[in-house]
Nanobody, 123 residues
């Protein structure tokens, strides 16, 4: 199985930028669809972004389009989430996820998860 570890989450002011990293071990990620999800208190886990095996196809939830960019470096076995123009509404625990098959963009369709990293955006 693949193990995922997120990093990069910190407290940042609104309008700032962060880059989250998801380092994989145990398996190479080149055969996995990779995704980012987030969850804030009182809300369900929400899809944020996903990227297919080669990186040629990306998907984003409407609220982050134009601000967030997902990418992957298969040679480094790492997926990234570049977060620009951050808003207080982006505050959440961000989770990296992986699936060997592209089914859909629901959290339940991803088999492997990281522990999460806290992103806090102050106003």
């Amino acid at each position: 199985q693949v193990q995922l570890v997120e990093s990069g989450g910190v407290l940042v002011q609104a309008g700032g930028s962060l880059r989250l990293s998801c380092a994989a071990s145990g398996r190479t990620i080149n055969n996995y669809v990779m995704g980012w999800f987030r969850q804030s208190p009182g809300k369900e886990r929400e899809f944020v972004a996903a990227i297919t095996w080669t990186g040629c196809s990306t998907y984003y939830t409407d609220s982050v389009k134009g601000r967030f960019t997902i990418s992957r470096d298969n040679a480094k076995n790492t997926v990234y989430l570049q977060m620009d123009s951050l808003k207080p509404e982006d505050t959440a625990v961000y989770y990296c996820a992986a699936n060997s098959r592209f089914i859909n963009l629901h959290a339940r369709s991803f088999d492997y998860w990281g522990q999460g990293t806290q992103v806090t955006v102050s106003s």
